[in-house]
Every structure is written in C-alpha cells, then in structure tokens.
Nanobody, 122 residues
Framework: QVQLLDSGGGMVQAGGSLRLSCEAS????????MAWFRQALGKEREFVAR????????YFSDSARGRFSITRESAKNTVYLQMNSLKPEDTGIYYC???????????????WGRGTQVTVSS
C-alpha cells in the first residue's frame, strides 16, 4: 500500500505564500503522476495541479496558473506545491494524490493523502 503524507498548510494573509509537501512511503511505485486537489467548506473537491512521473509535464487549474508551481524531488519521493499571491478563495483542505501511470490526466487517483488545511485571511 502507498501512503501519502501531505503537510505544510497553515494560516497566511492574502498575498502571502505557503509551500505544501507530499511524501510518499510504503509500496514503491515508479515515477507516478502526482497531483494536488483542494476542497473548500461546503464545496466539491477540485483539481489544482499535477506533475507527470518525470516532472516534465505540469498542468494547473485556471485559478492556480501563474501563482502556483509544482515540483518533485524523486530521490525523496516528495512533491511540492509552492503557492504564491494567495487569496482568501484559496482557503480549503489541500490533498495530495498519486496515480501509478506516468502521465495520468484523469480524476480517479489511486492514492490520497489525508489533507492539510490552508487558510488565507483577507
């Protein structure tokens, strides 16, 4: 079984930055697609960003593009989400997700972290 430990959330003022981390452990999967999703209170979970197995392909939601970046450090089985220029509407629980496919573009990820809370105050 693969475990994902997502961390790095917190409270920040609008315009600030946070870096989320997601470390994979347990059963090894080679070069999985990694992604971040978020869920605001009372809303459905939504896609934020993903990175392919080799890190060469990244994709962002419209709301994240230009403000967030996603990178991975394969040697540490860790993916990062750098969030800049944060807005109150970025508030929510952020979940890390993984799929064994090298470049997965769907929504049904196989593995999920427990989430980390991000709160952006105005």
């Amino acid at each position: 079984q693969v475990q994902l430990l997502d961390s790095g959330g917190g409270m920040v003022q609008a315009g600030g930055s946070l870096r989320l981390s997601c470390e994979a452990s347990g059963r090894t999967i080679v070069n999985p697609t990694m992604a971040w999703f978020r869920q605001a209170l009372g809303k459905e979970r939504e896609f934020v960003a993903r990175i392919s197995g080799g890190g060469g392909a990244v994709y962002f939601s419209d709301s994240a593009r230009g403000r967030f970046s996603i990178t991975r450090e394969s040697a540490k089985n860790t993916v990062y989400l750098q969030m800049n220029s944060l807005k109150p509407e970025d508030t929510g629980i952020y979940y890390c997700a993984a799929h064994s496919a090298y470049h997965f573009t769907g929504d049904n990820y196989q593995y999920w972290g427990r989430g980390t809370q991000v709160t952006v105050s105005s």
